[in-house]
DNA sequence: CTTAATTATGGTACCGTTACCATATTATCA
DNA sequence: TGATAATATGGTAACGGTACCATAATTAAG
């Protein structure tokens, strides 16, 4: 594979001409440019932005450590992600952690060592020791999804507590009492926003005797096994609200088994939306967060923050997208 | 950021000792082994992997080209790549080109820049001058899900053609005469294989005259804009064979708008599945393709080419995966 | 016409690692 | 006991670019 010095060697000119002919700066004469982007065509010379990585420090590459790409929420919001980089000229790295600090704290350090110029982090924990890490070592990074404990991070989010209120106070509004809350890990800030919100729209509506979550993970198996114990019980719920697309999905097929109608013996709404790209007949009353504009502002953000580089310490940012409540089939109707 | 001498300075040994010690590489004394790696520790060193690609010619990376992370079928398979990535040293890099052959040459152009070890492409185009051009370069190369006119190349993708004799065959069974295949691009190898295998079955059995396919493009719109086409000619189908999970939806949508009932009206099917962790109440009878195992079974190959590099050329394989058929509501019952 | 500015090109060193070779010390063996 | 091998460590150069400084040639200015 050939180099700049075999480009300006066969061009009769010096490396860095070459150099300046590729980056268009400095002083090159059209006659000298014409002949080093000839050699450079007949050569198929390809610049190694490896070693330029390795004088400019930089690599024009970002990281995007998400649970899993295979959710939808965080595919369409890989999408936004990779759009936005491309636009700004970086690459993307995927790194999937199906929240296991482990192998975040894995993908961290390997991120480190290739000095990825920054990272978009969907931390596996609340206190986030890879944060401090990062910060140790001078990578920007934005957290999205979730917030953390630490500081001196920017945020991007959805706004679980209002969404979780909203979907709450709409099954209150119908008529429902018994709601039960499947929702996600307890190590998590989404799922600890979106009991709250739960909490307090039962509150508010004086329902607090009636107030029951759980906290479990966030995939199709928790929501089915949750809903299998919750109908195992004396007590039945009228409304069960799923604290993801997953849980909600895996609620459903356990109550498909389970012989209990969605919505005629049971509500069922969900935080996420599936997008309407994949299902034929969106059937679920949902909170939609905007995934793909997550994505993009993070990303927005990232580069900002990797350009801005020694600037003044712009402030640390939160920004909260609101969510939507989208009324369809599984909820029903008024509960006497 | 502290460096390899900064270390060596402390731990008063020199740089290249204590890259013997961070690759446990030739002879280090345990006593320096363990004075550099507390100076490691102390100063928080993190190797610098970007200087050692200059050396190694070795990046670690490989690329994913594919045309939509969105699409639950290369979402799916990228989660299949990662895994198997992760596995073997790798990171992965996501490209997402949208079918444009523009966009995929930016990329690969990228890509090239950035030394990738290998690339894993989904090519927008039958014939891939990609291929060529990473051939000169010596990238080693895995095309999945659709196979090129250029030779000397690995593939791994799934069986188009006798997954759409196979569903069509179905459909004939049922008493099917006029059925409608909406594929996807002309380009594509696997919108060509799917016509082909069509047109095998409607041929088998008699229907030549019934042969009624379009080449469109692998969305929701195109799925519907051909439906409602379709259905204002005269002679209407009484099954529509979507060309992939995309196109299908935009029929059924199309079909709901138009008060066309599925499939008391006119049955569907579809080539690839939704996934079940996204679909409560599968519906749709499909071709279901392995799009993980493809996913795995390309980076694997790949991995392999990257490691053998200069061995014997190992002849290049297709690895075509199996389809399977499976039987839901969509195509309905017996047609008289 | 001298001086200064602009244009055009090149030399050298360095980014952070590691391969290769050299050297020194210790252990092993005939 | 001297020779050989194994162990332990370091010096130097190179990977492929580019920043910085220097120099030469041309043009503009006074």
Redesign the interface.
Known sequence: ?PTIHDVAKKAGVAPITVSRVINNSGYVSDHVRTKVNAVIDEL?Y??????R??KSKR?N?IALVIT???N?FF??L??GV??AAFKAGF??????TDESQEQEDNYI??L????VDGILLVPAETHSQSIELLR???TPVVIIDRYVENGGVDVVRGDSESGAYQLTKFLIDLGHKRITLLSGPDTVSTSIDRVRGYKQAMCDHHLNEFVDYFYGKYS?ESGAQLTREIFSRKEKPTAIFGGN??V??GA??AL?QMGIKVPDDVAVVSFDD??E?????P??TVISQPPYAIGQKATEILVSRIKNDQDVPVEFQEVVFPVELIVRESSGGKVN
């Open positions: 594979m198929g390809v610049p190694n932005v490896i070693a990585s390795l690599t590459t899993d790409i295979t939808p595919n369409i890989a999408r990779e759009d690459n993307v790295i995927i790194c999937n350090q390997l480190l060592q290739k000095r140790k070592h001078n199709q697309n997953l909600s999905i459903l097929s498909r599936i997008p790209s994949l299902s034929y007949d059937f679920m």
